[in-house]
């Protein structure tokens, strides 16, 4: 393998904290899912790079699930957005405050 | 024998439940009813029980209640000649008292309470007279303090009642620390506590120990008996319903202590200090209570006094060892005191509720001539009118304190002589001023057929008042003495010398009695209009419970208020305060970075999980 694994974990990692970043810092509920989309590339970065280092395809099982997740968290979430723009609400994840008690 | 004594205890028992789950339910008068026939079966039983006793003591046990640690607690009687002559009196006195009751009652609204009270009373009080076992025995001496605390504060709508209530239930529980103590004692010598077994086991006491569980006893006696210093319960505990003071704070509960010393004679003989102590305090609340009793203008007020006073003697006789001068002391003025009370109760009730004798007066007693002769007799017997029951009782307690062979002892007569004069001072104070004086402004008259049927219950206690005295008249009438012959073997009989002293002791019971009768004539004979004095040392009870207010009340209070507002409200509501809003500061801080921001959140949770991976991946942290 050309590529050692410490280089492929370096790759995941920093994949995952810009995606942490996004999902922090960024106010549109749509950048956030785009956040953590990119963190769950990340995850399934590091697990194919771990299953080729290691030589089972674990690894690459856990990818395809990831990959299904990540679909699933994206059609939930797009399509609550959708929803709650229809009803009137924002895209601004701080317009989401119900839960903060007052 | 046993069914016998399983009934006398049980029927009150039952009206009482009785009445508790159903009195209300089945009306006034079949209540009241009930209640009766309840306390008629225990006297039946009493009378059967009675008939079928012999000088040895029966024992029965139905069984134990409390066991642990190789120690157990039977519900076990020890039935002998004095507990029969006492359950018979006091059925017999209760009976009455229920019969009278019913009259009392009439237009009071919670009738049902008042009777299961009054019967379960009457269950206590009998646990207390046929005990064997000690903690048994407490069970009814609680008991009757409950049941005391209960009907004086009867009336609970007004607050003063309550607390008289709550004052007679403290004393009487400072009394009984002296028999926790006592009890405890007991058990930790003999391993268990019964008064067969404290007799039996007397003598191979220590004299220390005995004298140690001898006072424990007294003082709880002297608590129950409001004997000095624990006396200043039961002037206030007239607040309750008439009868209530007939039963409970004259015929009854206020000498169970006398009785629990005469049940426990063998141990005191093992402690003379105990007796003697009991003979001096004995004479010395029959002079305080004497005192007190001439100075009251309420008709209730006097003859809580003169129970105070009548009781003193009875420890007279019980501290010289006397066990049947005693019990027939406690017998004669069961019977004159409680006529009293109940006269007391209808004069009362026929004054529209007026208390003070100064307006009562001569329309009394043109108007209810049946209860002036009631009253006439019980006054007879409590001043000791020769040849009346009181008279014969008093002067052998005398004599039984004149020949004893302690010197100390004559200091205890000293004084109950001197309050023998002042008591027929007091009854013909009481009797000249309610039934003979004309005063100025009296209380408007009440005239009820139910007043004149409540006197007939009384009629055999006046009987009894006058005639009783010859069950057990001294030696120099020659007539047999039925109680000192029934109770031979079971008591110490009087020593021969006493008998002598008998003669002279009973000539200046005679003289004194008729002085105070002269004395009382002098001051407050109807033609010199006799007027109230002002209110005074004597009607305050000689300052003890100011002297308790001042001296044991007020530095409790201010113990209290100590402990209230330094140590707790500074101290402990401090710390809890400022543990509270540190709290509640870092709740607000931690609550503010959570205030519904979704990216703060998510902030904190990678922060959190970063922590944790950390941990997991270095052992940081």
């Given at each position: 393998m050309n590529v050692p694994l410490s280089h492929v974990l370096a790759v995941a990692s920093l994949l995952f904290v810009i995606g942490g970043v996004c999902a922090v810092a960024?106010?549109?509920?749509?950048?956030?899912?785009?956040?953590?989309?990119?963190?769950?590339?990340?995850?399934?970065?590091?697990?194919?790079?771990?299953?080729?280092?290691?030589?089972?395809?674990?690894?690459?099982?856990?990818?395809?699930?990831?990959?299904?997740?990540?679909?699933a968290e994206a059609a939930l979430g797009l399509a609550l957005l959708v929803h709650a723009k229809r009803g009137g609400a924002t895209a601004d994840i701080d317009g989401y405050d119900r839960l903060g008690g007052q | 024998m046993h069914t016998a004594l399983a009934l006398m205890l049980l029927c009150p028992l039952a009206g009482a439940v009785f009445q508790a789950g159903w009195g209300s339910a089945v009306g006034r008068r079949a209540s009241a009813l009930a209640a009766a026939l309840a306390v008629a079966g225990s006297f039946a039983a009493a009378l059967v029980a009675f008939a079928g006793c012999g000088v040895a003591p029966t024992h029965v046990s139905f069984g134990a209640w409390l066991a642990f640690d190789g120690f157990s607690a039977q519900f076990s009687l020890l039935y002998d000649r004095i507990a029969a002559v006492m359950t018979v009196t006091v059925t017999f006195t209760a009976l009455l008292i229920h019969l009278y009751s019913a009259g009392y009652m009439r237009e009071d609204k919670s009738y049902a309470r008042y009777f299961c009270y009054l019967n379960l009373f009457v269950f206590f009080m009998l646990v207390i007279a046929?005990?064997?076992?000690?903690?048994?025995?407490?069970?009814?001496?609680?008991?009757?303090?409950?049941?005391?605390?209960?009907?004086?504060?009867?009336?609970?709508?007004?607050?003063?009642?309550?607390?008289?209530?709550c004052k007679a239930f403290i004393t009487t529980r400072i009394g009984d620390l002296g028999y926790v103590a006592a009890l405890g004692l007991t058990i930790a010598s003999f391993g268990e506590a019964s008064l067969t077994g404290l007799s039996a086991g007397a003598e191979t006491l220590s004299p220390g120990l005995a004298a140690v569980i001898g006072f424990g006893f007294l003082f709880a006696a002297l608590g129950k008996s409001a004997q000095l210093p624990l006396s200043s319960w039961l002037p206030d505990a007239?607040?309750?319903?008439?009868?209530?003071?007939?039963?409970?704070?004259?015929?009854?509960?206020?000498?169970?202590g006398v009785y629990l010393l005469m049940r426990l004679d063998p141990?005191?003989?093992?402690?003379?200090?105990?007796?003697?102590?009991?003979?001096?305090?004995?004479?010395?609340?029959?002079?305080?209570?004497?005192?007190?009793?001439?100075?009251?203008?309420?008709?209730?007020?006097?003859?809580?006094?003169?129970?105070?006073?009548?009781?003193?003697?009875?420890?007279?006789?019980?501290?010289?060892?006397?066990?049947?001068?005693?019990?027939?002391?406690?017998?004669?003025?069961?019977?004159?005191?409680?006529?009293?009370?109940?006269?007391?109760?209808?004069?009362?009730?026929?004054?529209?509720?007026?208390?003070?004798?100064?307006?009562?007066?001569?329309?009394?007693?043109?108007?209810?001539p049946g209860l002036f002769v009631l009253f006439s007799c019980g006054a007879a017997a409590l001043a000791g009118i020769p040849f009346t029951s009181g008279y014969f009782s008093k002067g052998r307690t005398l004599a039984d304190a004149l020949t004893h062979p302690d010197p100390i002892f004559l200091l205890a007569f000293a004084m109950g002589t001197l309050a023998a004069l002042l008591t027929a001072v007091y009854v013909f104070r009481m009797y000249f001023v309610a039934f003979f004086a004309e005063p100025a402004d009296p209380?408007?008259?009440?005239?009820?057929?139910?007043?004149?049927a409540m006197e007939l219950p009384l009629w055999p206690?006046?009987?009894?008042?006058?005639?009783?005295?010859?069950?057990?008249?001294?030696?120099?009438?020659?007539?047999?003495?039925?109680?000192?012959?029934?109770?031979?073997?079971?008591?110490?009989?009087?020593?021969?010398?006493?008998?002598?002293?008998?003669?002279?002791?009973?000539?200046?019971?005679?003289?004194?009695?008729?002085?105070?009768?002269?004395?009382?004539?002098?001051?407050?004979?109807?033609?010199?209009h006799?007027?109230?004095?002002?209110?005074?040392?004597?009607?305050?009870?000689?300052?003890l419970d100011a002297l308790y207010l001042k001296r044991l009340a007020a530095p409790y209070a201010r113990l209290a208020a100590f402990a209230w507002r330094a140590i707790d409200e500074d101290v402990l509501d401090g710390a809890a305060l400022g543990l509270a809003s540190g709290l509640s500061g870092l709740s607000?801080?931690?609550?503010?970075?959570?205030?519904?921001?979704?990216?703060?959140?998510?902030?904190?949770?990678f922060t959190a999980v970063a922590a944790i991976l950390a941990w997991v991946a270095f052992g940081w942290l």
């Amino acid at each position: 393998m050309n590529v050692p694994l410490s280089h492929v974990l370096a790759v995941a990692s920093l994949l995952f904290v810009i995606g942490g970043v996004c999902a922090v810092a960024r106010r549109s509920v749509l950048m956030i899912l785009v956040g953590v989309e990119f963190m769950l590339t990340a995850a399934s970065l590091a697990f194919v790079g771990g299953a080729l280092a290691h030589g089972n395809l674990d690894g690459q099982a856990a990818a395809i699930l990831i990959m299904g997740l990540a679909a699933a968290e994206a059609a939930l979430g797009l399509a609550l957005l959708v929803h709650a723009k229809r009803g009137g609400a924002t895209a601004d994840i701080d317009g989401y405050d119900r839960l903060g008690g007052q | 024998m046993h069914t016998a004594l399983a009934l006398m205890l049980l029927c009150p028992l039952a009206g009482a439940v009785f009445q508790a789950g159903w009195g209300s339910a089945v009306g006034r008068r079949a209540s009241a009813l009930a209640a009766a026939l309840a306390v008629a079966g225990s006297f039946a039983a009493a009378l059967v029980a009675f008939a079928g006793c012999g000088v040895a003591p029966t024992h029965v046990s139905f069984g134990a209640w409390l066991a642990f640690d190789g120690f157990s607690a039977q519900f076990s009687l020890l039935y002998d000649r004095i507990a029969a002559v006492m359950t018979v009196t006091v059925t017999f006195t209760a009976l009455l008292i229920h019969l009278y009751s019913a009259g009392y009652m009439r237009e009071d609204k919670s009738y049902a309470r008042y009777f299961c009270y009054l019967n379960l009373f009457v269950f206590f009080m009998l646990v207390i007279a046929l005990a064997d076992d000690l903690v048994f025995l407490f069970l009814g001496w609680e008991g009757v303090g409950f049941c005391s605390f209960a009907l004086i504060g009867f009336w609970h709508e007004d607050t003063k009642n309550v607390v008289a209530g709550c004052k007679a239930f403290i004393t009487t529980r400072i009394g009984d620390l002296g028999y926790v103590a006592a009890l405890g004692l007991t058990i930790a010598s003999f391993g268990e506590a019964s008064l067969t077994g404290l007799s039996a086991g007397a003598e191979t006491l220590s004299p220390g120990l005995a004298a140690v569980i001898g006072f424990g006893f007294l003082f709880a006696a002297l608590g129950k008996s409001a004997q000095l210093p624990l006396s200043s319960w039961l002037p206030d505990a007239m607040a309750g319903p008439t009868p209530v003071s007939a039963l409970i704070h004259a015929a009854t509960m206020v000498t169970a202590g006398v009785y629990l010393l005469m049940r426990l004679d063998p141990l005191l003989a093992y402690a003379p200090p105990v007796g003697a102590t009991a003979a001096l305090l004995g004479g010395a609340t029959a002079l305080y209570g004497a005192c007190c009793a001439l100075g009251q203008r309420d008709v209730k007020r006097i003859l809580a006094y003169s129970t105070v006073s009548q009781v003193g003697y009875m420890f007279l006789a019980a501290g010289s060892a006397d066990v049947t001068g005693a019990l027939f002391h406690l017998q004669t003025h069961a019977f004159f005191k409680s006529l009293l009370f109940m006269c007391a109760g209808i004069m009362i009730q026929a004054c529209h509720e007026e208390h003070d004798i100064f307006r009562m007066g001569a329309p009394l007693r043109r108007r209810y001539p049946g209860l002036f002769v009631l009253f006439s007799c019980g006054a007879a017997a409590l001043a000791g009118i020769p040849f009346t029951s009181g008279y014969f009782s008093k002067g052998r307690t005398l004599a039984d304190a004149l020949t004893h062979p302690d010197p100390i002892f004559l200091l205890a007569f000293a004084m109950g002589t001197l309050a023998a004069l002042l008591t027929a001072v007091y009854v013909f104070r009481m009797y000249f001023v309610a039934f003979f004086a004309e005063p100025a402004d009296p209380a408007p008259l009440h005239d009820a057929p139910a007043l004149h049927a409540m006197e007939l219950p009384l009629w055999p206690l006046a009987l009894l008042a006058v005639g009783y005295g010859f069950a057990n008249p001294p030696e120099f009438l020659h007539i047999r003495p039925w109680l000192d012959h029934y109770l031979l073997g079971v008591t110490t009989p009087l020593p021969p010398h006493a008998v002598q002293a008998e003669l002279f002791v009973e000539s200046l019971d005679a003289l004194l009695a008729f002085l105070g009768l002269v004395i009382a004539w002098h001051f407050y004979r109807p033609a010199r209009h006799p007027a109230p004095a002002p209110d005074g040392l004597l009607t305050a009870g000689l300052g003890l419970d100011a002297l308790y207010l001042k001296r044991l009340a007020a530095p409790y209070a201010r113990l209290a208020a100590f402990a209230w507002r330094a140590i707790d409200e500074d101290v402990l509501d401090g710390a809890a305060l400022g543990l509270a809003s540190g709290l509640s500061g870092l709740s607000g801080a931690v609550g503010r970075a959570g205030g519904g921001r979704i990216a703060v959140s998510l902030a904190a949770v990678f922060t959190a999980v970063a922590a944790i991976l950390a941990w997991v991946a270095f052992g940081w942290l």
